[in-house]
């Protein structure tokens, strides 16, 4: 299979709009991002995974998309005084909502269900943190100046206490934001993109709540991105759509060519997996989003219990290089066919940093940081978000 963005077609086509991620649970939460510009032409050699999208939105030059039909939240400064210039991250566990973000010094800030920011124990980060709910503990990451990732367990409801940052083993070689997601309750799905472009993946498995990690990255040299590489997981659906008791983990990111590219496969396929465009041709400035409803934690197998079927709802942030803006992609059946990409209500959503995306188990919310130069609705770097 040739790398990302090495076989590109001449034809251009954009979209006008703009993307989002994470989300408070307290009140509505905010979508913050840019809005994708989009090309058609085929995709790249590989193998065809189950992660169809079955649903093409093309437009032509000029063209506005239109309107969402999900019903979605307001923009809320969820962060108050509280700033960032870098991705928010979020977990929601219960009625409990965790807040980590980079500071304008750097450092790294935690709140908790939107209250006042405490530091973190002492460390320095370029790029925007990372935060889950696993084994019964909720552990945030980031990455160091020095290419290493490091992790940091909470001790107290409150938010307040953490304990000291510690080294994930092996040398991550990166300089880009770390992605987590959560397979079957206790393990943490841990991946970077690193120097060369390539995703490396390292599972971190709570049992007993103590870490053991595999100790070493694992590569997927088929394909190069220029961002990170976000992921999430989903529950595999047997015909009858009833869950088959597998899960999936589903990665995407922006290519060598800036197209959003994605692939599907059971975890112990990372190294093999190959890549696909995600339909609609998008492109995006800097990391594209992914998260699902339902709870953060865990899947559920209970088709009567309401988290089966949020947890089949996905939704895809994105920033447009054309105007920074943030758009958003949706799906209602497990990632099987999607809405298309469409500006966000109530405005716009600016940031020059990534958005991010969560659930707080019935509702998926985006968050960014906020350009306050391009908008004055709210100051710069401030915390916004948007249940989308």
Same mark, same amino acid.
């Given at each position: 299979?040739?790398?990302?963005?090495?076989?590109?077609?001449?034809?251009?086509?954009?979209?006008?709009? /703009?993307?989002?991620? #994470?989300?408070?649970?307290?009140?509505?939460?905010?979508?913050?991002?840019?809005?994708?510009?989009?090309?058609?032409?085929?995709?790249? %050699? %590989?193998?065809? *995974?189950?992660?169809?999208?079955?649903?093409?939105?093309?437009?032509?030059?000029?063209?506005?998309?239109?309107?969402?039909?999900?019903?979605?939240?307001?923009?809320? #400064?969820?962060? %108050?005084?509280?700033?960032?210039?870098?991705?928010?991250?979020?977990?929601?566990?219960?009625?409990?909502?965790?807040?980590?973000?980079?500071?304008?010094?750097?450092?790294?800030?935690?709140?908790?269900?939107?209250?006042?920011?405490?530091?973190?124990?002492?460390?320095?980060? /370029?790029?925007?943190?990372?935060?889950?709910?696993?084994?019964?503990?909720?552990?945030?990451?980031?990455?160091?100046?020095?290419?290493?990732?490091?992790?940091?367990?909470?001790?107290?409801?409150?938010?307040?206490?953490?304990?000291? @940052?510690?080294?994930?083993? !092996?040398?991550?070689?990166?300089?880009?934001?770390?992605?987590?997601?959560?397979?079957? /309750?206790?393990?943490?799905?841990?991946?970077?993109?690193?120097?060369?472009?390539?995703?490396?993946?390292?599972?971190?498995?709570? @049992?007993?709540?103590?870490?053991?990690?595999? /100790?070493?990255?694992?590569?997927?040299?088929?394909?190069?991105?220029?961002?990170?590489?976000?992921?999430?997981?989903?529950?595999?659906?047997?015909?009858?759509?009833?869950?088959?008791?597998?899960?999936?983990?589903?990665?995407?990111?922006?290519?060598?060519?800036?197209?959003?590219?994605?692939? !599907?496969?059971?975890?112990?396929? *990372?190294?093999? !997996?190959? *890549?696909?465009?995600?339909? +609609?041709?998008?492109?995006?400035?800097?990391?594209?989003?992914?998260?699902? %409803? +339902?709870?953060?934690?865990?899947?559920?197998?209970?088709?009567?219990?309401?988290?089966?079927?949020?947890?089949?709802? *996905?939704?895809? !942030?994105?920033?447009?290089?054309?105007?920074?803006?943030? @758009?958003? #992609?949706?799906?209602?059946?497990?990632?099987?066919?999607?809405?298309?990409?469409?500006?966000?209500?109530?405005?716009?959503?600016?940031?020059?940093?990534?958005?991010?995306?969560?659930?707080?188990?019935?509702?998926?919310?985006?968050?960014?940081? @906020?350009?306050?130069?391009?908008?004055?609705?709210?100051?710069?770097?401030?915390?916004?978000?948007?249940?989308?």
């Amino acid at each position: 299979m040739a790398l990302l963005g090495t076989s590109l077609p001449s034809r251009v086509m954009r979209l006008r709009g /703009g993307c989002a991620r #994470n989300a408070a649970p307290s009140s509505e939460v905010i979508v913050v991002v840019g809005i994708p510009r989009w090309r058609r032409g085929p995709r790249a %050699g %590989g193998l065809v *995974f189950p992660f169809v999208i079955s649903l093409v939105i093309v437009l032509g030059p000029g063209i506005t998309p239109a309107s969402a039909t999900f019903s979605e939240g307001q923009w809320l #400064n969820s962060g %108050g005084a509280a700033r960032t210039p870098s991705t928010p991250a979020f977990v929601s566990v219960g009625s409990h909502q965790y807040r980590v973000v980079r500071g304008e010094d750097g450092r790294l800030w935690a709140s908790h269900n939107n209250g006042p920011a405490t530091l973190m124990p002492d460390a320095q980060t /370029g790029v925007g943190p990372e935060i889950v709910a696993a084994g019964g503990r909720v552990v945030a990451f980031h990455t160091g100046t020095n290419g290493y990732v490091y992790y940091s367990f909470l001790q107290n409801t409150e938010g307040t206490s953490w304990t000291p @940052w510690t080294q994930v083993p !092996a040398y991550a070689d990166t300089v880009n934001s770390l992605q987590a997601t959560v397979v079957d /309750g206790l393990d943490v799905v841990l991946l970077v993109t690193q120097r060369d472009g390539s995703p490396a993946m390292q599972t971190m498995r709570l @049992w007993d709540q103590s870490p053991d990690f595999d /100790g070493s990255w694992t590569r997927n040299t088929n394909g190069r991105f220029n961002s990170a590489v976000d992921i999430t997981a989903r529950e595999i659906m047997d015909s009858r759509g009833n869950p088959a008791l597998e899960t999936e983990i589903i990665f995407e990111g922006r290519g060598m060519d800036n197209r959003v590219w994605y692939s !599907a496969v059971p975890l112990r396929d *990372f190294a093999s !997996a190959r *890549f696909s465009q995600l339909p +609609g041709d998008g492109v995006c400035d800097l990391t594209p989003a992914i998260g699902r %409803g +339902g709870l953060p934690d865990r899947f559920v197998t209970d088709p009567n219990d309401p988290n089966f079927r949020s947890q089949q709802e *996905f939704s895809l !942030a994105c920033i447009s290089p054309d105007d920074g803006n943030v @758009w958003i #992609n949706r799906s209602t059946d497990n990632g099987n066919s999607w809405s298309g990409w469409n500006r966000t209500t109530d405005g716009a959503g600016p940031s020059n940093a990534s958005p991010s995306i969560h659930s707080d188990g019935a509702n998926i919310y985006a968050a960014l940081s @906020w350009n306050g130069n391009r908008d004055g609705r709210y100051p710069d770097h401030a915390i916004v978000e948007k249940r989308i």
